[in-house]
């Protein structure tokens, strides 16, 4: 298992929604299906998700299960986007493990 933090900050001059029905985790430009489940489960921002004011912003972490989501020994490209926001593009490194 392995955590990825995710920071959100609202750099517009207007409130965005940031509820978390619309999110959508990106591994190399596709869509991870359950996202709704890895975003929905967990821990949240403190004062929880919806409206964020301009200048506002929160981060919070979540546990994946690495060989699920970046099974090979390589660079996977990684993004965030709701209904209102996209996240920049990070670089995450599997790591396959032998025994």
Known sequence: MGDLIFH??????????????TW??????????DSGMIFGNGPAPIGGF??????????FEKGL?????????RDYKVLWRGSQFRSNRVTVHGIVHTQ
Do not use: C, M, R, W
């Open 50 to 59: 919806g409206t964020l004011k301009p200048g506002a912003a929160y981060e």
């Open 24 to 33: 959508t985790l990106v591994i190399d430009g596709k869509d991870v299906a």
């Open 65 to 73: 299960p690495l060989v699920q989501y970046f099974p090979e020994n």
């Open 8 to 21: 959100l900050t609202n750099g517009s001059n207007h409130s965005i929604d940031s509820a978390p029905g």
